[in-house]
């Protein structure tokens, strides 16, 4: 069985005649559809009004000069166009044939073969019968002709040629066979079975994305109902302690008789919830650091409202960072800290180093960066969403106050659209079933509204134009920011499979820190090679303690270790400093226990 409950077993058409088809029962198809037809109306209401107030206008792809360029350079060398179509046409021609030696009976073998890891193409039927196997192929085809021809422009800017070739594989992921009724064989499959009904569910589940975004539609990819902030996840016991206009900190309640002396301050990514590190109880890196004997401290970024719409990059280090420090040191009596950044808090933590450093303050000892980025110069594919003609645009809509409506969750899930959008697509509104239970994919739909300032500075001077590898190209509270200034000792988590922050690009940032610093490589991707627990053991990891310039020739040198990273990062922090005292409950210190943890921010879901 698959994720989706679907049996890759059944039978295909190929090998047994299909069931007779049926309609379900009038009532219950009657009763249907006139829900069905309410919630439309009120559904296309919703919608008008909404386009009425907003009328945005936008066009945040802004990819058409880029296609017109690539058509321009194309068209002044005609003959490799031909050459590719002759090409193409041949690879045609062997098809038909071989399909055409197939009914006949004969043995053939493919023309293209998809790749075993496109989960596309795993029903039986794709190969055993064959016009879905020529339907497939010439997909195939299809994809590896287009995608030759955008990668042989040459005289395109780097940007505008990694913009090309994105959106051309966008366009061939949208179009596959697999996205349409009438040639997925399982959605065939499928409609015969239960005669229909599936589509019927299928269109139930795909007006409650759109009245869950508003007349938007918002892909449900997790299965919504299946979890519960403070029971399924985010459920490790604690208290909030402190709490501002961006944060709640919370302290989480021993596990050991003893704890560390210097507490362990977290600062997961300011776009999302708090708990990617408190998931379920077996894969929670904060009860698993907890039960290592770190008193861990989390911040829970606020939703932007009316009290943060103003703050920017720098109210994020002063009443973000900075405040979560003093805030700690109340509560324990401990001025020094261990700190770990996620992802853009990886970017702020390295920020408020530089600023510490600038000033003479040096309350972080340690400094955990997880699949963060420090240098920009080449940030992988999520620069193609980040030019100067597209940041105006996100500029403009924040001027006229259009709200970002998950805008930023349904770009990242661009990258990875296959695995993140289009499975979601036939598994929901085709085959008509519910989405699998997934904390990871839950955690991913529960955004955090970041203020326009902050986001404006960061997309603009740190992402755009690379300011902060730059000695001085930043300054926060009047202080110019130099990263060569930090000596704190850091540790680098990045991931192989990262789509986000790419490992090079967070190798690169690693070395403009000038304290000694360890590098490690995580297999899988962004989220799933961080939150590897040791119990789990599904992904190694690579250490090398040589940082030489280039990241191929670490690699080269690195060391695979089976098993999570997160006994490796344990004992690299307690080498610093291994001091125990009593074990600290919160609001045993000076700052009194506020409410129950995962706290009240975390429940607020952006509107």
């Known amino acids: 069985m698959d994720q989706r409950g679907t049996s890759r077993n059944a039978q295909t058409p190929s ?65 490799e166009v031909t050459r590719a179509q002759l090409g193409l046409w041949q690879d045609y021609m062997t098809l038909w044939q071989n399909t055409t030696r197939r009914m006949w009976g004969m043995k053939t073998g493919p023309v293209i073969e998809a790749d075993p890891k496109d989960q596309r193409f795993q029903d039986s039927a794709w190969k055993e019968v064959e016009v879905f196997d020529f339907i497939k192929q010439s997909y195939l085809l299809t994809a590896r002709y287009v995608q030759g021809v955008v990668a042989r422009v040459d005289k395109l800017d780097p940007k505008t040629a990694q913009k090309v070739d994105f959106y051309s594989r966008q366009f061939m992921d949208a179009i596959s066979p697999t996205n349409f009724l009438l040639t997925n064989p399982e959605v065939l499959r499928k409609t015969v079975e239960t005669g229909g009904e599936n589509l019927l569910r299928g269109l139930s589940n795909l007006l409650s994305d759109l009245e869950r975004g508003r007349g938007k539609l918002t892909l ?11 029971r399924d996840v985010a459920a490790t016991p ?76 720098e109210h994020y280090i002063s009443e973000g960072t ?142 755009q134009d690379n300011l902060l590898r730059e000695p001085g190209g ?7 920011i130099d990263l060569g200034r930090i000596r704190t000792p850091s540790y680098f988590l990045s991931t192989c499979g990262d789509h986000i922050a790419p490992w090079r690009s967070a190798y690169a940032g690693m070395r403009l820190l000038d304290g000694p610093s360890r590098f490690v490589l995580a297999a899988s991707g962004h989220v ?7 119990q789990g053991g599904r992904y190694s990891y690579w250490t090398n303690a040589e940082h030489p310039a280039e990241p191929a020739a670490w690699l080269a040198g690195a060391t695979e270790m ?42 607020a879901w952006t509107d």
């Not at 930043?474 to 110019?480: H, R, S, V, Y």
């Open 15 to 79: 090998s047994a005649a299909p069931p007779e088809f049926a309609l379900g029962s009038p009532a219950v198809l009657g009763r249907s559809m006139a829900d069905i037809a309410e919630r439309s109306q009120r559904l296309v209401a919703d919608w008008l009004h909404r386009q009425s107030r907003d009328a945005p206008d936008l066009h945040p792809m802004n990819i058409a000069h880029a296609f017109m360029e690539m058509t321009a350079q194309l068209m002044r060398d005609p003959a």
């Open 220 to 230: 449900g990819t997790a299965g919504l109902d299946a979890f519960r902030i403070g």
């Open 238 to 313: 604690g208290k909030v302690v402190f709490q501002n206009d961006l944060l709640q900190l919370i302290q989480y309640s021993p596990a050991t008789r003893t704890v560390l002396k210097r507490p362990l301050l977290v600062a997961p990514p300011w776009n999302r919830k708090f708990y990617v590190l408190d998931l379920r109880p077996q894969n929670s890196f904060v009860r698993w650091a907890v039960e290592q004997g770190h008193t861990v401290f989390v911040i829970s970024w606020a939703n932007s409202d009316g009290r943060s719409s103003e703050k920017d990059f």
């Open 322 to 463: 900075l405040a979560a420090l003093d805030a700690i040191e109340r509560a324990t009596g401990e001025r020094e800290v261990n700190a770990i950044g996620y992802c853009q808090s990886g970017t702020l933590l390295a920020s408020t180093l530089a600023w510490m450093a600038a000033v003479g303050d040096d309350r972080i000892k340690s400094a955990t960066f997880l699949t963060t980025m420090l240098d920009f110069k080449e940030a992988g594919e999520l620069g193609v969403f980040i030019d100067e003609e597209q940041l105006r645009t996100l500029e403009d809509t924040e001027q006229r106050g259009i709200p970002d409506d998950g805008r930023m969750t349904a770009t990242l899930n661009l990258l990875r659209a296959n695995d993140l959008i289009w499975s979601f697509v036939v598994n929901n509104y085709m085959l008509g079933h519910e989405p699998f239970p997934f904390d990871l994919l839950y955690w991913n739909s529960d955004t955090t509204e970041v203020p326009t300032l902050m986001q404006r500075f960061y997309l603009r001077w740190i992402y």
């Open 474 to 480: 930043i300054e926060i509270m009047g202080q110019p």
């Open 528 to 534: 799933a090679g961080v939150i590897n627990p040791p």
């Open 562 to 603: 089976a098993g999570s990273w997160w006994p490796d990062w344990h004992r690299w922090v307690t080498a610093l400093d291994n001091a125990h005292v009593p074990a600290r409950m919160p609001g045993d210190g000076a700052l009194p226990a506020m409410e129950d943890a995962p706290g009240s921010y975390v429940r």
